[in-house]
């Protein structure tokens, strides 16, 4: 009995040491993998950027967070890999709110045409003064705001004409993506529009379908649409921000809260660099298409502003006095911010 009971300690004591013991050892956890798409060029900052991104999380997570890109609308056209991410196809995207606007009506706000003066007033805009409204908007829309990145001010390209002035756009064929602030803004101007996807726009100016398009100049240098084209105009009629949201399931039911803190800080350092190297690679990108027989102007926006009230109406309109207003003085306050 006496033999049996120090037995029974003995094994009850070595359970117990194997249990403290075991307590102290942390398993490994499994790789979270995510697909993360994007509408940018290889070539372009966003993407140049997200790559640096992907790899910073990864090494800071020690491998538990990988990220794999798919650029160019790989995974499908602007509109249709945002409807994926918001039903969780998809995991993770950078795109222009402008793309969903069939989701949330509100955030075409961030469209209206000549309301930013410069690059640090629409950042100023997106970062501080309109930031929580801009989360709330696409949490509303179905997505997981984490940080910006950059597409840039549009300018706009014809086979036609110079534009120095608001006249020389009058009675030009313009492609246009389905964004109504795009269309309304060159239709105020006097052109015709004509909504042509993505993949199709080099054709399309090739073929002189229509004579022109509008995008940032690093979107009209990488897909190369300067080569069926003469001249392009610094018009800055729109400034279009690129966002990287995440399918909010993703993100809070994949993502540690230690997880997502790195993610946000990387996805935010990324997202100044693409900042800064749209704008250095900008001038570069003018200068190559100059190179390339492509006659550019600098043409005064003041304007061109001038000519957008009917635009601003149908815009008004479309959004609703309450949420132009609230947006109208968020970006004025981003001017003395």
């Known amino acids: 009995m006496i033999a049996s009971r120090i037995s029974r300690r003995a094994v009850l004591g070595a359970g117990g040491a194997l249990a403290v013991s075991a307590s102290f050892i942390r398993p490994a956890r499994a790789a979270v993998e995510l697909r993360l798409t994007h509408p940018a060029d290889i070539s372009h900052p966003v993407h140049t950027e997200a790559e640096a991104m992907v790899k910073r999380i990864a090494d ?108 020389d756009v009058q009675g030009l064929k313009i492609r246009v993506p389905p964004e109504l602030a795009i269309k309304a803004a060159f239709e105020a101007l006097g052109a015709s529009t004509q909504t042509i996807a993505f993949q199709e726009v080099y054709l399309a100016l090739a073929n002189k ?12 240098f990488a897909a190369k649409f300067y080569e069926a084209q003469k001249h392009i105009a610094l018009t800055r009629h729109i400034y279009a921000p690129i966002v990287f949201c995440a399918n909010p399931r993703v993100w809070s039911g994949k993502l540690s809260e230690e997880q997502r803190k790195i993610v946000s800080e990387e996805a935010k350092a990324a997202g100044n660099a693409s900042r800064k190297g749209v704008r250095d690679n900008e001038e570069k990108n ?52």
Not at 209 to 220: E, F, I, L, M, S
Not at 304 to 318: H, I, N, S, T, V
Not at 322 to 335: G, H, I, Y
């Open 209 to 220: 379908v229509v004579d022109g398009q509008d995008n940032p100049v690093g979107t009209t």
């Open 60 to 167: 800071r997570t020690k491998g538990e967070v990988k990220i794999t890109i798919f650029p160019n609308n790989a995974l499908g056209s602007p509109v249709e890999a945002a409807q994926q991410t918001r039903l969780g196809a998809i995991d993770m995207m950078l795109f222009n709110p402008a793309n969903i606007e069939a989701l949330s009506k509100t955030i075409g706000v961030i469209n209206i045409p000549y309301q930013f003066d410069s690059y640090e007033h629409a950042h100023r805009t997106l970062d501080v003064t309109a930031r929580d409204w801009i989360a709330e908007q696409l949490k509303t829309a179905g997505f997981a705001w984490i940080a910006n990145f950059e597409w840039g001010f549009r300018a706009t390209t014809n086979s036609r004409r110079p534009i120095n002035q608001p006249a």
């Open 286 to 337: 003018l200068a190559d298409m100059q190179k390339a027989g492509v006659e550019l102007t600098r043409p005064d926006v003041a304007p061109f502003r001038e000519k957008m009230g009917p635009a601003y109406d149908q815009l008004r309109k479309a959004l609703g006095e309450d949420v132009w207003n609230a947006w109208t003085k968020l970006v004025s306050e981003a001017r003395t911010a």
